[in-house]
């Protein structure tokens, strides 16, 4: 299981997406069309919170 505080955004970036490295993305990800990590998401994307 991936702990979100020992997991920098920026590491998961050009990795192919899948359901463990969902987990450690908790605000969500942008996946291109051949499923590769394009940025991922993080709390300061989300103003409403």
């Known amino acids: 299981m991936c702990k979100v505080d020992e997991t920098n955004p920026e590491d998961l970036i050009g990795?192919?997406?899948t359901p463990?490295?969902?987990?450690?993305m908790p605000y969500?990800?942008?996946?291109?069309?051949?499923g590769v990590i394009v940025r991922v998401m993080?709390?300061?994307d989300y103003t409403d919170l």
Request: aromatic fraction near 6%.
């Open 15 to 17: 990795q192919t997406y």
């Open 20 to 24: 463990k490295l969902g987990r450690c």
């Open 28 to 34: 969500g990800a942008l996946i291109n069309s051949k």
């Open 42 to 44: 993080t709390e300061k």
